[in-house]
């Protein structure tokens, strides 16, 4: 089973930017598709991007030409570089493999002045 481990949250001013980082260890990663989801308070988890394993990309509208998602097969690592950050962003970022149902535990990102 894959251990997926996220890093790069934090709190950030509206405008600014992050890159977090999802470390896959324990399957084959090159071959699944991976996404990243959010969860803020009191909504339910919603996609916000993904990517093929042959790197096709899909966005949720709401972070289109803001976030862009990436990843190095070789290191067995996921990104998520997000700028113009907006309040609205805050929320708990998590990397999963839809094939798999496997998540990570998660990594907090608060967007505020």
């Known amino acids: 089973q894959a251990q997926l481990v996220e890093s790069g949250g934090g709190l950030v001013q509206p405008g600014g930017s992050l890159r977090l980082s999802c470390v896959a260890s324990?399957?084959?990663?090159?071959?699944?598709?991976m996404a990243w989801y959010r969860q803020a308070p009191g909504n339910q988890r919603e996609l916000v991007a993904l990517?093929?394993?042959?790197?096709?990309?899909n966005y949720a509208d709401s972070v289109k030409g803001r976030f862009t998602i990436s990843r190095d097969s070789a290191n067995g690592t996921l990104y998520l570089q997000m700028n113009d950050l907006k309040p609205e962003d805050t929320a708990v970022y998590y990397c999963?493999?839809?094939?798999?149902?496997?998540w990570g535990q998660g990594t907090q990102v608060t967007v505020s002045s």
């Open positions: 999963m493999i839809p094939a798999r149902n496997y």
């Open positions: 324990g399957s084959t990663f090159r071959f699944y598709a």
């Open positions: 990517i093929t394993s042959g790197g096709t990309t």
